[in-house]
């Protein structure tokens, strides 16, 4: 079993209140005391992949952020589009793209509208190039990762990826990383800028606004064992340089960036609650088990690692990966996290679409 430790701190971390408690519940330590799914919101998303037309059917990523309008939109990565079969199945000559939108109410109780460039009945990618299908990749291709309104612009964290030999569903790899900058209005592509790619690490996997900064979380490593890294901008200078975190403070130099966190997932949630941050995730690898650590700072030191939660459709061939957290639908002492679920075999989506939708869990949280 890969150690779960953390490998390095930043100095002069803020504090911040979110979600539960008064300050003065600072110095209890929180404790995450039930996770159940949360099948209504669940639910929400299959009713919304089932409508009539062309429109959103089911996708991974599952990244939310609030825009300036107060809905909430929703980022997803390879997106299948409907209309939906009555018994779930999608024909294979369906529309896909490798990343989209979906707008939703500030609390999630209605899903809006899919938002994806092109002509109604072929819709293209929100960023980069469109394929004929999943099984026909172009020469590159951008997967979202997380986004913020960021100095009034949607910003997006972009992974260019390019094919490979290896066997599907894995025949892919990340090449390098972009900023997009969308109107949060109308989604239209206003810039695509490159950011730091240094040492091997996917910068973007979670952003998260606090205080007078805007955190950028990373993943290094492709292989079984992923660490977590740590960069910040001034909030509104999200295209601007970034400061990465070391084990000694802060530094412009991305190549000196500190390992934080070993046995990360690909993709994880950073929220801060009542004083201190929780950090959602698998583990490293193709897992079941969602587990929480807690922190002081934004950067560490991460403690604890339970499992909170463990995925049921894991398993024969499905396998469940990449969680987010979803504070801004959160009720308080609440937090709201997802994670994705796949096949190994793309005819299984297509036989049954509802195994590429998002799951969501509800975590209680209390002092």
């Known amino acids: 079993m890969i150690a779960r430790r953390t490998l390095a701190l930043c ?34 998303w299959q009713d919304f992949g089932r409508r009539p037309g062309v429109g959103w059917a089911a996708a991974d990523g599952t990244y939310s952020t609030r825009l300036p309008s107060g809905l909430v939109a929703w980022l997803f990565n ?109 989604f239209r592509l206003e810039k695509l800028a490159e950011v730091p790619s240094a040492g091997g690490v996917q910068w973007g996997t979670e952003l ?19 660490y977590l890294h740590l960069a910040r901008a001034p909030l509104g200078r999200l295209d601007g340089p970034w400061q990465f975190c070391t084990a000694t403070g802060w530094t412009d130099d991305p190549a000196a960036s500190a390992r934080l966190l070993g046995n990360v997932g690909s993709s994880f949630g950073v929220t801060p609650v009542g004083g201190e941050y929780l950090l959602t995730t698998f583990d490293s690898g193709l897992t079941s088990t969602i587990h929480a650590y807690h922190a002081p700072g934004p950067a560490g030191p991460f403690t604890g690692g339970e499992t909170v939660y463990t995925a049921p459709e894991a398993g024969n061939g499905r396998y469940t990966y990449n969680v987010a957290a979803h504070p801004e639908i959160s009720r308080p002492g609440h937090l709201v996290i997802s994670y994705n679920t796949n096949s190994e075999k793309l005819a299984d989506l297509y036989a049954n679409i509802d195994n590429n939708r998002p799951r969501f869990v509800d975590l209680q949280l209390s002092r």
């Open 11 to 44: 100095a002069a971390m803020t504090a911040s209140l979110a979600l539960a408690g008064p300050a003065a519940a600072a110095d209890r330590p929180l404790r995450i005391v039930g996770a159940q799914a949360d099948t209504a919101l669940t639910q929400r």
């Open 78 to 186: 390879d997106t299948f589009f409907g209309p939906v079969r009555a018994d779930d199945s999608l024909p294979e000559t369906a529309p896909f793209t490798h990343n989209s939108a979906v707008l939703s109410t500030s609390d999630a109780k209605h899903l809006l509208t899919t938002i994806a460039p092109g002509p109604p009945d072929h819709p293209q990618s929100l960023v980069g190039p469109t394929p004929q299908g999943p099984g026909a990749p172009n020469d590159h291709w951008y997967w979202n990762g997380d986004g913020i309104v960021d100095g009034g612009k949607l910003r997006v964290i972009e992974f260019e990826q390019a094919p490979t030999d290896d066997p599907p569903p894995f025949n892919f790899t990340w090449t390098r990383t972009k900023l997009a900058t969308l109107d949060p209005l109308t």
């Open 208 to 226: 998260m606004r606090d205080g007078a900064w805007t955190y950028i979380y990373g993943v290094e490593g492709d292989g079984f064992t992923k």
